[in-house]
């Protein structure tokens, strides 16, 4: 959306004043239109799946379920309050927070524009956003999370954390103003969900018996199958956060592309040199990593500046993962700190760097507006995610000790937890093989 | 008569079903099982994240077999189930007591 800054100039601060003097853009209403089912793909059924066969066949339900009601809980909230807080301005405060003028999409109607597309259309994109980042951080306390305790967090966390950040990046707040590229999401998305996910699983703790019991994936058909709907739906993701069908649009896709084709080499390489052999697994997390790395930057880096960007995110994701994992033993169950924390974190450092038009066939396509000088642009980089990261650890942590307050607790109880949540929070069991 | 109950390598199932077939065996049940012996188990690595998986997957056949077969039934999946490699698995062979045929009353060996 960085390319709002320079598409869109000024209207995002305040989509709607210049409602009337914009004309509609068919070409790029359709591209969005497309882009939002796309990006509500990789939610349902793309990441459900790619989680779902990640768990133990006993919980395989539970991770489905919290997807999809996640997606329908974000996307009522979106109705009610959370667009306007994210999107709209917010006056005096709208350097933190949007106002209140589109509550319950209030003066919302088919004429009401975002830029040369429709405000309900950019408004429907925005909110397929806003229901991955939550989802994303379940993989951090799968398998043991109680489901009321989820849907309580899952709605504080994105009012609290998904949607002020939302408005400082994108939506007319503090860093919009201040240039920090952040094209689709390497904030905004992937360290939010990533750092909470971190804070999720130091909170919770580890899975009863973690490091001792084996807790192999029960179906990693169902997670290659779900990373392919994730690298497909990603074009929308990346190349729909231009706003418009354009070269942009069109260079964003491509080194969203390349990304992910480097990430998956480079983990592949990783494994095969580090454990001798090379696992399907492990290349599905290089395009996640990949595509998570280069989503902060996808748009204003050149396709040899995005090859780079992949190598690098596939081999840094590796060694994180297992630093985490192995070295630090938290059960940050599915990886989901190491792979888009980092990747985020990465990726929002090394737009500021891939930006600059003067690395010769490594160029990007140039700094934000008042950045001349990659020092400069890395300021602000730097900038964004210490206070994003900062900002999500502790809001994390504190809506995790509400939500305890609330739901009495956080965990479901060690025979609960032995017996799957399928059957404990749901009722029913996803396999009835005879 | 005998009860021969075979643990194999799965893969071998076939090999050994038609084998058998060839000697005149008419009927076994198959069960897919677990366990370990010599081979013992095998290390999978997930993300780096490993686990020793111990228990091996394997096929075990139960024959009700006529006490003049028995030796040759054996020798029959020993060399069908046999690779020379360790894992080729074992084979047990106790009493039988009573076969009866449920459709037709009959019982023992003309049960079999």
């Not at chain 1, 994108?170 to 992937?190: E, M, N, R």
């Not at chain 1, 980092?342 to 396509?365: K, N």
């Not at chain 2, 643990?7 to 009927?27: C, N, Q, Y």
């Amino acid at each position: 959306m960085f390319a709002k800054i320079i598409g869109l100039g000024l209207l995002a601060l305040s989509p709607h004043v210049l409602a009337a003097d914009t004309p509609l853009n068919t070409g790029n209403t359709a591209w969005i239109l497309t882009a939002t089912a796309l990006v509500l793909f990789m939610s349902l059924p793309g990441l459900a799946l790619f989680y779902a066969g990640l768990v133990r066949s006993k919980n395989v339900l539970s991770i489905l379920v919290q997807c999809f009601a996640i997606a329908a809980m974000i996307s009522l909230l979106w109705l009610i309050g959370l667009y306007s807080l994210a999107f709209t301005d917010g006056g005096s405060v709208n350097n933190w927070l949007g106002g209140t003028s589109r509550l319950l999409m209030a003066g919302l109607n088919k004429d009401s524009m975002t830029g040369d597309i429709p405000e309900v259309t950019f408004a429907a994109f925005q909110m397929t956003f806003a229901i991955i980042t939550p989802a994303l951080i379940i993989g951090a306390f799968a398998e043991r999370m109680k489901f009321a305790s989820v849907l309580v967090f899952s709605a504080l966390w994105t009012l609290a954390v998904y949607v002020p950040v939302a408005h400082w990046v994108w939506g007319g707040g503090y860093f919009f103003q201040h240039g920090l590229i952040d094209f689709a999401g390497g904030t905004v998305v992937h360290i939010t969900a990533g750092i909470a996910a971190l804070v999720c699983a130091l909170v919770l703790g580890a899975r009863k018996g973690f490091g001792k019991v084996a807790m192999p994936p029960h179906n990693l058909t169902m997670t290659i199958t779900g990373a392919g709907m994730l690298w497909v739906g990603w074009y929308g993701f990346n190349g729909g956060s231009a706003l418009a069908a354009n070269g942009s649009a069109g260079m964003a896709l491509f080194v969203t592309h390349i990304a992910a084709s480097a990430g998956a080499l480079a983990w592949m390489a990783c494994e095969w040199i580090k454990f001798g052999k090379p696992s399907g697994l492990g290349i599905v997390t290089g395009v996640i990593a990949g595509l998570g790395t280069i989503t902060g930057a996808a748009g204003v880096v050149g396709p040899a500046g995005a090859l780079v960007i992949g190598l690098l995110a596939g081999v840094i994701c590796f060694f994180m993962t297992q630093l985490i994992k192995k070295t630090l033993k938290i059960d940050d169950s599915l990886d989901v700190f190491p792979v888009h924390g980092v990747g985020g974190i990465l990726g929002t450092f090394l737009a500021g760097i891939f930006c600059s038009p003067d690395l010769g066939v490594f160029s990007g396509f140039g700094y934000a507006t008042g950045h001349e000088s990659i020092g400069s642009q890395l300021s602000i980089q730097i900038l964004g995610i210490v206070v994003i990261g900062v900002y999500t650890a502790v809001l994390t942590w504190i809506l995790l000790k509400v939500t305890a307050v609330v739901t009495g607790g956080l965990r479901v109880n060690e025979d609960e937890e032995r017996e799957g949540l399928d059957l404990v929070a749901h009722d029913e069991r996803g396999y009835d093989i005879n | 008569m005998k009860m021969v109950s075979a643990v194999i390598k799965p893969f071998k199932l076939d090999d050994v079903r038609e084998a058998l077939s060839d000697i005149g065996v008419t009927g076994l049940t198959v069960t897919e099982v677990k366990g370990f012996g010599r081979q013992k188990g095998h290390t999978e690595l997930y993300r780096g994240a490993e686990y020793v998986v111990d228990f091996v997957p394997k096929v075990r056949l139960d024959l009700a077999v006529k006490e003049a077969d028995v030796d040759r039934v054996i020798e029959v999946i020993c060399k069908a189930a046999g690779t020379g490699k360790i894992g080729d698995g074992k084979i047990f062979v106790t009493d039988l007591l009573q076969v009866v045929r449920i459709r037709t009353g009959e019982t023992n060996e003309s049960a079999i």
